[in-house]
């Protein structure tokens, strides 16, 4: 048995045969720089998937900062510490007036229960809408109302789901207009069906990019149309920031590109690029209201070290102009993913924002029907060739390409080779 063979049993045995792992045959890493990580044998990758190194592995700032905060002091949340209000004030700064404040947690999951309950305190209500193929945290709640895959948890009577659209699919001749009117019906529809049960909608919780719906091309004014549905009801906009936050998508949040300022903002992945730090931003009456009605309070949450570690991201953000660079190599790769869609009649559309790309692969039938063992393949002909990618979507069909945010146009160049040469497999 090889080692890695050795290990993955030793993997089964403590932490369950069904606790995730990626690829047909698992990768065993053992150092991250940059763009690049390397496997036991020594093998180098192009990491065109992690989006929490998200200035890159090991950054020398952030590893600095971080040992440096750790040699010095680090202790639960509830003393006077310089760095994690110095990092608030900097962190809530970069939103627009009004989302003032910031709770911080550990994880993704934990901000966007935060979230909620801040919206249910404040709003009176219980319902909870989300889209039909999402996820948004671990928690008993956040599990219940998980639609994009299987949990034991019976969906709850509180909540409702809607479709996104996907102009790709679904236009049909209609123009944006009518194609936003149609799903926002669908929001509509929820928060009546709830009052139909004697339930007020609490909130809308929806990841504005809808990458785990499979990045779908943006449809101007559906989350406009939608959050202005569920306030019109009283509910608030709970925009989950975990994947589209910390300018990914060439803007420094996700939901400036729709023009809707949320009630609430959820953070998480790559706040601390790999240190387990979170947040909600919300405003500053709600923050206190709530706090004093709960008084919640997170033991690691937001702690020295951790807000070390997020200053140092903003730091890396800034002063290598990261959000350009989303926006420069983020246009270099999309032209690139287009002239493969050109070459290979399986790719049936290009998505992209930022540093942030899907390509649908589809048969070439009337329906575009998913070519979803196609996408498997080829996810892991690339892993065999050393670039690391992965897959989202309903049907799994939509090749999935988040690379830490320092990619450049020889990564993206070899990027495109890799993938140029799988799909030629196929
Ligand atoms: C959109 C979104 N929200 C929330 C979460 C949960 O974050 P965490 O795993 O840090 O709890 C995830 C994790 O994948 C996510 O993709």
Not at 103 to 116: H, I, K, V, W
Not at 349 to 356: A, D, I, T, Y
Not at 385 to 413: C, E, Q, Y
Request: hydrophobic share 40%; net charge negative.
């Amino acid at each position: 048995m090889s080692s890695d063979q050795t290990l993955l049993e030793r993997r089964y045995r403590v932490l369950g045969r069904n606790a995730p792992l990626f690829y047909e045959r698992p990768v065993h890493l053992v150092k991250g720089q940059g763009v690049w990580l390397t496997d036991a044998d020594g093998r180098e990758y192009l990491d065109v998937y992690n989006n929490v190194p998200h200035v890159g592995h090991c950054h020398p700032h952030v590893v600095e900062a971080i040992a440096r905060q750790a040699a010095t002091l680090n202790i639960h949340t509830r003393y006077l510490h310089e760095t994690v209000v110095a990092y608030a004030e900097r962190l809530t700064a970069t939103f627009a007036p009004g989302l003032d404040s910031v709770a911080l947690t550990c994880s993704g999951t934990e901000a966007n229960e935060l979230a909620l309950r801040m919206a249910r305190y404040r709003s009176g209500g219980e319902g909870i809408i989300v889209s039909d193929f999402s996820y948004h945290g671990n928690s008993e709640t956040l599990a219940a109302v998980t639609t994009c895959f299987p949990v034991p948890e019976p969906f709850p009577r509180f909540a409702r789901k809607v479709a996104i659209p996907d102009p790709w699919r679904d236009r049909q001749g209609r123009s944006d207009e009518e194609l936003a009117d149609q799903f926002a019906a669908q929001v509509e529809a929820a928060v009546r069906s709830l009052e139909a049960d004697g339930i007020k909608v609490a909130a809308l919780l929806i990841d504005t990019l809808f990458a785990n719906e499979g990045l779908p091309a943006p449809l101007l004014g559906y989350v406009a149309k939608a959050a202005a549905i569920v306030r019109a009801a009283g509910g608030l906009f709970i925009c989950d920031e975990v994947q589209a936050g910390f300018g990914r998508t060439g803007m420094m949040w996700g939901h400036q590109a729709t023009g809707v300022t949320p009630d609430i903002v959820t953070l998480g992945k790559p706040m601390g690029n790999g240190h387990p730090i979170a947040g909600v931003v919300a405003p500053t009456d709600l923050i206190d209201s709530f706090g004093l009605a709960a008084t919640y309070f997170n033991t690691f949450g937001g702690n020295p070290v951790s807000a070390a570690a997020g200053m140092a991201v903003l730091d890396v953000l800034e002063n290598e102009q990261l959000l350009e660079n989303a926006n420069s190599v983020g246009d270099y790769v999309q032209q690139g993913l287009d002239r493969l869609a050109d070459k290979h009649a399986i790719v049936g559309n290009v998505r992209g924002r930022g540093l942030f790309f899907g390509l649908e692969l589809v048969h070439d039938d009337a329906g575009r029907s998913p070519a979803t063992k196609e996408t498997k393949r080829v996810m892991n002909l690339m892993r065999e060739n050393g670039v690391l990618i992965s897959r989202i979507g309903r049907h799994d069909n939509i090749l999935k390409m988040r690379p830490p945010m320092v990619f450049a146009r020889t990564h993206a160049d070899h990027l495109l080779a890799v993938l140029d040469d799988a799909l030629g497999a196929l």
